[in-house]
């Protein structure tokens, strides 16, 4: 069970959290998460480039770790990167302590102010803890999923997802992983192509 479209209450009951940017502007935020990996990520990297399009990758910091050459490759595109912990660790059955010290690792690999909890799953405490321990970080939610994780669903969907729900300043959520490739592989171009029809801009956060 998950949510495409992250609804009002939710961003209501997390307010310190950012789940869009600014709805004026006809941007979007293009990201990626639990990369980066061999044949996934330059998939994306030159599926980016081909439509002109930057994006912000949320890395686990043992990937980074196993792939540094490709770690490099991204930010050499000019793309942003954030903190998605050194383990891929679910807030929800994590010990606060243990938590944080796993972001503190992948800090030392991700250079970030930004960082997303993986699978959205994350505790009050731990945002406090968060924000005390590293007062610049920011935590990134979205308003827009793409569901590509999804193994019952298809590539279509997945662009229906995204095209469904996208607005002005929506942050959208795709994954740089072997599971999310099949569905990725085509409804990235897909998205990225329609996005850029209707005149919409892809920023980085």
Not at 140 to 156: A, K, R
Request: charged residues 20%; positive net charge.
């Amino acid at each position: 069970m998950y949510l495409v479209n992250s609804p009002f209450w939710l961003q209501w009951l997390y307010p310190t959290l950012t789940w869009h940017k600014n709805r004026k502007e006809k941007h979007v935020y293009l990201t990626f998460d639990d990369g980066p990996i061999p044949v996934v990520t330059p998939f994306v990297l030159n599926t980016l480039k081909n439509f002109n399009a930057c994006a912000t990758f949320f890395c686990i910091g043992e990937n980074v770790y196993k792939h540094p050459e490709i770690y490099k490759d991204l930010l050499s595109n000019g793309h942003a990167v954030g903190n998605h912990t050194q383990n891929h660790l679910k807030g929800w059955k994590t010990p606060d302590s243990e938590y944080l010290l796993n972001i503190e690792k992948c800090t030392s690999l991700v250079n970030s102010n930004l960082f997303r909890p993986p699978y959205g799953r994350i505790r009050y405490s731990q945002i406090r803890k968060i924000n005390l321990r590293f007062p610049k970080m920011r935590t990134i939610m979205w308003d827009v999923l793409s569901g590509d994780f999804d193994t019952n669903i298809s590539g279509e969907k997945c662009v229906k997802n995204v095209l469904d729900h996208v607005k002005n300043g929506s942050i959208i959520v795709f994954h740089d992983s072997e599971k999310a490739f099949s569905r990725l592989e085509y409804a990235l171009p897909v998205v990225l192509k329609t996005l850029r029809s209707e005149g919409y801009e892809f920023r980085l956060l």
